[in-house]
């Protein structure tokens, strides 16, 4: 009984506590109900069977290959540009909804001729809906009098601002590992257009069994040198080339490293690069035989940097106050570690100086108000 009552305080105060979600990708984000409720629609159309998407979508526990033919069914769903300003506003407001301070979201900006979309059309649509959040106050955005130029200007009354919950939205643009040379390098251009409306860097991503590093190089090296920061999937699968050639690359933080040798280790410790955990998606992709043998605690307890983050809450039916009591529960950590696990990463998070200190004081105010 005791145990039980302090692991409902932990799942509460996971559920409470600040927290910086740093590796969310919006379409693995989306709610179930509106995946089922816009199958249900192009079911009426016509244009896929419902009944067999149904039973794909429902579906708990699917291999590394399996979650990827789900992303080709969420891309058929979520292609225009309406519904990705729909899911982007019910992403935002379902991390918020969980004291979600600060959260990085990345997403592959998409041409889809059909559609009349562009990979610029497609961020267009980003932007739109997170101006459209009108539950909570999202920050993204300096405003500099450029916000015009990209999206329609939303009316929001100010003494309704004030009420509201805060959380500070930046992107990061992925290159997903199917693409061209040229793609990757058209993303980029596109992600340091958009600096000023909250992207603030780039993620490689997509089937890791898929495309040749030196394919995407070039368009992280020109990333890098015009001061955009990269993350990148790191050791999803093993890939020992693969691997030190992402290290050498010295990326501003790394996602997954969960075949990472000892000799890869070395390195990533030397040059301090955060590594963003997942570790509700590496159990369900069977990246690890159980939890318990995670790389998680190795790095915990040598001190490294790292950030626990959701990957995607939707396809995993997880959230970050899940992640943190997984977390917690699996490694005995108590409440004041599981804070300070949240605090940490504020030095991790891509965004300027100001953010940052903007994010401590709600660390500070949440400790003062603990005292
Ligand atoms: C690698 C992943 C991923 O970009 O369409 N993505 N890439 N490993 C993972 N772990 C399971 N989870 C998601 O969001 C969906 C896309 O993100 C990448 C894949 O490229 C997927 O198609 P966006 O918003």
Redesign the pocket.
């Known amino acids: 009984m005791e145990k039980c009552t302090n692991l409902a305080e932990m799942k509460e105060w996971c559920r409470a506590i600040p927290k910086i979600e740093l590796h969310a ?4 984000c989306i709610r179930d109900s509106t995946l089922l409720e816009l199958a249900k629609l192009l079911g009426e159309k016509g244009v896929i069977i419902f009944a067999d998407v149904e039973h794909v979508i429902r579906k708990c526990g699917r291999s ?1 290959t399996e ?1 990827f033919q789900l ?1 080709d069914l969420f ?1 058929i769903l979520a292609t225009d540009h309406e519904t990705i300003s729909r899911i982007t506003k019910e992403v935002v407001e379902d991390f918020a909804a969980e004291e979600v301070v600060y959260l990085e979201l ?3 900006p998409k041409n889809n001729e059909a559609k009349g979309m562009t990979k610029r059309s497609y961020m267009k649509a980003v932007i739109n809906g997170l101006r459209s959040v009108d539950t909570v106050d999202v920050s993204f955005i300096n405003l500099n009098g450029k916000t015009e130029s990209f999206c329609e200007p939303v009316q929001k009354s100010c003494t309704t601002c004030m009420e509201k919950k805060k959380i500070y939205v930046r992107l990061l643009l ?1 290159i ?1 590992r199917r693409e061209t040379t040229a793609a990757a390098m058209e993303t980029v251009c596109l992600a340091l257009e958009m600096r000023e409306f909250g992207v603030v860097g780039i993620d490689l ?2 089937n ?1 069994v898929v495309g040749e590093w030196d394919t995407f190089l070039p368009a992280l090296k020109y990333a890098k040198e015009q001061g955009l920061p990269v993350t990148l ?1 790191c050791g ?1 699968v093993s890939n020992k080339m693969e691997i030190q050639a992402m290290l050498n690359f010295s990326p501003d933080r790394i996602g997954h490293a969960c075949f990472l040798d000892e000799d890869d280790w070395e390195k990533a410790r030397l040059s301090q690069i955060p590594v963003e955990i997942c570790l509700t ?1 590496n159990l369900r ?1 069977e990246r690890l035989s159980s939890i318990h043998v995670h790389h998680f605690a190795n790095l915990y307890n040598a001190n490294h940097p790292l950030v626990l983050c959701t ?2 809450t939707g396809l995993f039916s997880t959230s970050l106050s899940n992640e943190y009591y997984l977390a917690a529960e699996t490694f005995g950590l108590d409440k004041k570690d599981m804070l300070q696990l949240g605090a940490n990463a504020i030095e991790f998070v891509f965004a300027d100086s100001e953010v940052k200190k903007a994010i401590r004081e709600i660390f500070r105010a949440f400790e003062r108000r603990l005292a």
């Open positions: 990708h919006l379409n693995g590394l979650c992303f891309h990345r997403t592959t992925s997903d991503s997509g890791p999937h999803e998606s992709t990957d995607d």
